[in-house]
């Protein structure tokens, strides 16, 4: 990767450009404060600056982070997908604290994402310029940070929560960073919540976004496909049951356009899970998305120019759970979005999963979707689809218990639909279609998707499936981002129609 050109980054700083907003990370020597560029502090003389592409080079050259512009805010993990698969796999699982605790280690990190050590130290240094170790560490300590800002969870818990193996460590990462204990960091007069109050009255965290932002089409996909007793689309927010590691809970997610954020309101009984929780958050809403680079690169294409222009916000929704999605990818088969729903919610029914007892819960959400065991075990046979459908997921099912990690991406989009397709039952669109929602490869692309092809010969010529992929070999590696817009262009005619579930 180039090198970064201080004199550019100065002039992004001295503008305060958005653009460069998570993507590089201004150090002031004098100050020894490194904050984004949009910070609205006076900038720094030039010759006092340095520049770094990521927050965690910037502590590890030993800067603490501006407590004014506060970069535990921005959405730095945007900035790396498409760059290098490696690292951005890496930081979606550093982000769900596969480093966090006594007993993580690289080289564990790199067997998951296949690649040697030394390899994925030489790629984050390349990428980021800093190892995974720093990574994870910033990403606690700037989680941390944000927890006391924004919530009242006692220090203790957000101690937890932010990954830290213990108090003492958390406090001695805090003393050192900022020269002062966390508690410091809360404004005057904000007591903690009592104990036993938190998974009753929620923790809210604001989870940030590259604006523009195209809200209503996400809710939309939500709403047509939300499961009774499981999920619920209301007056412009979005709310789900949640299970971690056999609990569960509620999240309540709504928009703040004013602040480019969305707000996530979390309801759950153990604190550790909340770095999970809220990396699906971002999953399932497309955060980290850089949709201006992904643009340029799609507007290329002078059909996908004209639809950019048209949903400048668009997202590509994904999935909550991956066993969850790809259950519902395989039930929504060539029939209708409600069509598809309704049949998720017999089997969810059929399954009896009644959600664990909830501090939050409601009479509407009672219901937590069912895991792979109880799907073997269920008897499929009321269901009115082809058995073929059935033994799809029934080996689903199988494959999810043999393999957990089934649906995180591998090296290549087309090693991620391999193993997908190993699995009977499941043909290439529906790998294409899991690998996009679930696995969250931007470069997935289910060709054959009806309402994909219905809609360019709509807009521009009637093409075969084989001469769509030649065409889509220029919107590579966002193919994902262009199926998307193309879905969104066949609108109303699609949701009556086959296709997408």
Partial sequence: MAQLDPEICYAALQARDARFDGRIFVAVTTTRIYCRPVCPARPARFENCRFFRSAAAAQEAGFRPCLRCRPETTYELGAWRGTSNTVSRALTLIAEGSLDGDDAYIENLAERLGVGERQLRRLFQQHLGASPV??????RVLFAKQLIHETRLPMTEIALAAGFGSVRRFNEAFQRLFRRPPSALRKVGEAALAAGTVAAAGVTVRLRYRAPYDWSAILSYLQSRAIDGIERVQNGSYTRTVVEHGQAGTVEVSNLPEADSIAATIRFPSVSALPAIVARIRRVFDLDADLAAIGLHLARDPLLAQLLSERPGLRVPGGWDGFELAVRAILGQQISVEAGRRLVGQLVALCESPAPK?????????????????????????????????????????????NPRLFQPLGSIEETVAQLRAIRGIGDWTAHYIALRAARDPDAFPVT????????????????????LKRAEGWRPWRAYAAQHLWAADGAVRAADQGEP
């Fill in 358 to 402: 909830m501090a939050s819960a409601t009479p509407i959400f009672l219901r937590t979707f069912p895991v792979p065991a109880q799907v073997v075990a269920a008897n499929l046979g009321s269901m009115k689809m082809p058995n073929a459908r059935k033994q799809a997921l029934v080996e689903l099912a199988k494959a999810t218990l043999t």
């Fill in 134 to 139: 720093a990574v994870a560490h910033t990403r």
């Fill in 449 to 468: 998707d009806v309402g994909l092809l219905r809609c360019v010969a709509k807009r521009d010529a009637r093409l075969s499936a084989a001469e769509l």
